[in-house]
């Protein structure tokens, strides 16, 4: 069965009051939605507190959540913005508008943004799992977009080196990512599209 699937399950018992099905979820969310707040509120505590709270609301709230998508998209804009009010709060230049607090599961903006977190999540995850010259290759070469000869000044290496790590690394990642079934979601944004290549034959 899929993680998916899986979670839907939880989903169910957790709508039931499932003390055990909340702490799967909040096992399972509560890291991407810190990546959602930290990059907002640019502080590791005020991040964990905010991220607790939603939680709380979430259990609050949990007879209207009937599968994970509605749960991940709750807490997304619940999240999002409660950092974006505290860091309106302390001053901070913030470029981003609420999102509704309703917003519909299927709305593309919430969705996109809420797989955008997990598949950033997944990939530096799955990152910390190279050597360091697989890693420094790959985020200078896909993820800053990095051509060749800058990468070879930057690490002091030759053209066939970034070709030999860039190699290792996507085919370390693609196992990696695979195994977590992100292949399945590409679908769901044009952003994906320049990672496509993790999932190719």
Same mark, same amino acid.
């Given at each position: 069965?899929?993680?998916?699937?899986? /979670?839907?399950?939880?989903?169910?018992?957790?709508?039931?009051?499932?003390?055990?099905?909340?702490?799967? /979820?909040?096992?399972? $969310?509560?890291?991407?939605?810190?990546?959602?707040?930290?990059?907002?509120?640019?502080?590791?505590?005020?991040?964990? &507190?905010?991220?607790?709270?939603?939680?709380?609301? @979430?259990? &609050?709230?949990?007879?209207?959540?009937?599968? +994970?998508?509605?749960?991940?998209?709750? /807490?997304?804009? $619940?999240?999002?913005? !409660? #950092?974006?009010?505290?860091?309106?709060?302390?001053?901070?230049?913030?470029?981003?508008?609420?999102?509704?607090?309703?917003?519909?599961?299927?709305?593309?903006?919430? %969705?996109?943004?809420?797989?955008? !977190?997990?598949?950033?999540?997944?990939? =530096?995850?799955?990152?910390? =799992? /190279?050597?360091?010259?697989?890693?420094?290759?790959?985020?200078?070469?896909?993820?800053?977009?990095?051509?060749?000869?800058?990468?070879?000044?930057? %690490?002091?290496? #030759?053209?066939?080196?970034?070709?030999?790590?860039?190699?290792? !690394? +996507?085919? !370390?990642?693609?196992?990696?990512?695979?195994?977590? #079934?992100?292949?399945? +979601? @590409?679908?769901?944004?044009?952003?994906?599209?320049?990672?496509?290549?993790?999932?190719? @034959?």
């Amino acid at each position: 069965m899929s993680t998916e699937l899986l /979670l839907n399950e939880v989903v169910v018992k957790f709508q039931r009051g499932d003390v055990l099905a909340f702490k799967k /979820l909040f096992e399972s $969310l509560s890291r991407q939605m810190l990546y959602v707040t930290q990059g907002i509120v640019k502080d590791t505590q005020t991040a964990d &507190e905010i991220v607790s709270d939603g939680f709380l609301k @979430l259990w &609050e709230a949990r007879r209207q959540f009937n599968n +994970i998508n509605s749960v991940r998209a709750y /807490l997304y804009v $619940l999240i999002r913005n !409660a #950092s974006l009010n505290h860091a309106r709060a302390v001053q901070q230049r913030i470029k981003y508008t609420p999102l509704e607090e309703h917003v519909v599961v299927s709305e593309p903006e919430a %969705l996109v943004k809420i797989i955008k !977190a997990e598949f950033y999540q997944a990939v =530096y995850r799955e990152l910390t =799992y /190279l050597t360091r010259k697989q890693e420094a290759v790959f985020r200078l070469s896909v993820i800053e977009g990095r051509g060749t000869e800058e990468i070879c000044e930057a %690490l002091q290496i #030759s053209p066939g080196s970034v070709f030999t790590h860039r190699s290792a !690394a +996507i085919k !370390a990642l693609r196992k990696g990512l695979r195994e977590h #079934s992100w292949a399945s +979601i @590409l679908c769901f944004s044009i952003f994906f599209l320049r990672f496509s290549f993790l999932f190719c @034959l």
